[in-house]
């Protein structure tokens, strides 16, 4: 198994574009999230999703938005990207039994918008 | 809204002492609470995690204590080595978003030689 797989691993952004990090996991966990993690700092919930069709938000949300069409996929979109969005994204799933099991994150994605 | 605080926010230790780290929580319903470590530019992994039904647990040197009562966990760490250095997240699942998971702000601990 691969676990939980990102795509990329690092990119550099301009002011105002737009990108889609990718994450798909091999484990047919129900629950996936999305954390950033700036510098130093703790994580901080994005979006999560219980399920294929279901998605919330999480605590930081503004300026991301999320799909989840399957299972294994759950991509997070940057619409118009900013310097504040420079962080480390990590995507992580777990299998969302009634006490909730292990989170598995994915290596992450080291962004940069200039 | 659910709240982690976690303390301290870095910790320096010798090896062979224990390292013990703290955080409270704000919704008392909440069941479960893992703790993970993250080297640096890595991934945070699972090191071990306790539910709302028991009140300790250990493995190995590592160990959880949970009171539910005051609404706090903490991580021990006993005979330190270099190789525990890093940092060092608690999080916890709330009753009522039991699918989100909140972590703290983290520890840098530091084993020193």
């Known amino acids: 198994n691969a676990g939980v797989t990102q795509t990329p691993k690092f ?28 510098p130093g700092m703790g994580l ?11 998605t919330d938000k999480g605590e930081v949300p503004n300026g991301y938005n999320v ?18 969005q420079t962080s480390v994204y990590f995507c992580a799933s777990a299998t969302g039994q009634y006490f909730n099991t292990e989170a598995f994150f994915g290596q992450g994605t080291r962004l940069t918008v200039v | 809204g659910e709240n982690v605080e976690q303390h301290p926010s870095t910790l320096s230790v010798q090896e062979g002492d224990s390292a013990v780290i703290k955080c ?8 479960y609470f893992p703790w993970y470590k993250q080297e640096l530019g890595k991934r945070p992994q699972l090191i071990i995690d306790i539910r709302s039904n028991v009140g300790e647990k250990k493995d190995q040197r590592i160990a959880v204590t949970l009171n539910k009562t005051a609404k706090h966990f903490s991580l021990h760490i006993t005979e330190t080595q270099p190789e525990d250095s890093a940092v060092y997240f608690c999080a916890a699942t709330f009753t009522g978003t039991a699918s989100k998971l909140t972590f703290g702000t983290g520890t840098r601990l530091q084993v020193t030689l």
């Open chain 1, 44 to 54: 901080k919930l994005i979006y999560y999703s219980v399920g294929a069709g279901i």
């Open chain 1, 11 to 38: 990119r550099i952004l301009k002011i105002g574009q737009s990108m889609t990090l990718q994450c798909t996991q091999d484990m047919n966990h129900n629950y996936m999230y999305w954390y950033r993690q700036d």
């Open chain 1, 67 to 84: 799909s989840r069409s399957t299972t294994e996929d759950f991509p997070l979109r940057l619409e118009l990207a900013a310097p504040s």
């Open chain 2, 24 to 31: 409270t929580y704000s919704d008392s319903a909440s069941n």
